[in-house]
């Protein structure tokens, strides 16, 4: 099977920036997709950011300018480097990817979040 698994949470003061990173492994032939989603408290889960395996990263506009997505297909692992945090980026960061592994069909798993917490 395949695992995400998340790093790089935690509490840092607004104005600030933090990384996360999210390694995959496991039985995996090639990744397409791979993104980020945040859930805050009492809301739904939303996505901040995706990249393709070109490279080509799109933006939720509330994180345009402040954060950036990055991989490394060598490392099966996707980046996000957070800058100019907000007090609104606190939430649960979850990595998702769409991974082309046993059976030969694309499977959509998910990390087990790492809390990111933004101080006033």
């Known amino acids: 099977q395949v695992q995400l698994v998340e790093s790089g949470g935690g509490l840092v003061q607004a104005g600030g920036s933090l990384r996360l990173s999210c390694a995959a492994s496991g039985v995996i032939f090639s990744i397409n997709t791979m993104a980020w989603y945040r859930q805050a408290p009492g809301k739904q889960r939303e996505l901040v950011a995706h990249?393709?395996?070109?490279?080509?990263?799109n933006y939720a506009d509330s994180v345009k300018g402040r954060f950036t997505i990055s991989r490394d297909n060598a490392k099966n692992t996707v980046y996000l480097q957070m800058s100019s945090q907000k007090p609104e980026d606190t939430a649960v960061y979850f990595c998702?990817?769409?991974?082309?592994?046993?059976?030969?069909?694309?499977?959509?798993?998910w990390g087990q979040g790492t809390l990111v917490t933004v101080s006033s």
């Open positions: 990249i393709t395996s070109g490279g080509s990263a």
């Open positions: 998702n990817a769409q991974v082309l592994t046993r059976g030969l069909k694309y499977l959509e798993f």
